[in-house]
Structure formats: C-alpha cells, structure tokens
C-alpha cells in the first residue's frame, strides 16, 4: 500500500470544517459565551417573552456571554449582554459545607 503525497480535496475539505468548528469552539469558551456555561436551551429566553426562538438560542453562543462569581459557597453567574456591563439574568446557588 502506498502513500498518496496528496491529499483528496473531500479530505481538505473535512479537515478545514474541522479546524473552523474547534476554533469557534475556542473563541466561545475564550469570550464566555452563555451557551458553554452549562445553561440548557430551553432557558435561553431573553426577552422573558416565554417564547424561544432560534435567534435567542443563537445569541446565547455569539452575544450573551456568562460571568461567573464566587463569595464564600454562594456561586453565581452572571448573563450580560457582550461588551455591556448589564445584567439580564443572574442565576445564584448557595451550597453547603458536608
């Protein structure tokens, strides 16, 4: 069997598909977008309209991002739009020492 010095465009292709998704995938988690912070989609509604559209579940991985705080064993985090210090949601747990 011998190796081709060429690789297949399908293959070129495929590895750039890849090689994009994994970057995006590391802009996301750099940037902490909304959608990587463990929140499930169905709560992704920002406008509290009790509707969930494709676009709120799109802003949750491009404009929401999350900002996570800790005092003591209360943790937070914060959903603010990006680039913008308001809050739109702040999710809170207070956890108990065993």
Known sequence: MAFRGRLSNRRIALF???????????????????????????????????????GE?????????AVRTQDGNRSCVDYRRRGSAESIRVECRTETAP
Not at 21 to 41: C, D, E, I, K, Q
Not at 57 to 65: D, K, M, S, Y
């Open 16 to 54: 750039a598909t890849i090689a994009v998704v994994l970057l995006a995938l590391g802009w996301m988690r750099y940037t902490n977008a909304a959608a990587l912070s463990g929140m499930p989609f169905k709560e992704m509604d920002w406008n509290e309209d009790g509707e969930l559209t494709r």
């Open 57 to 65: 579940v799109l802003q949750g991985f491009f404009t929401i991002t």
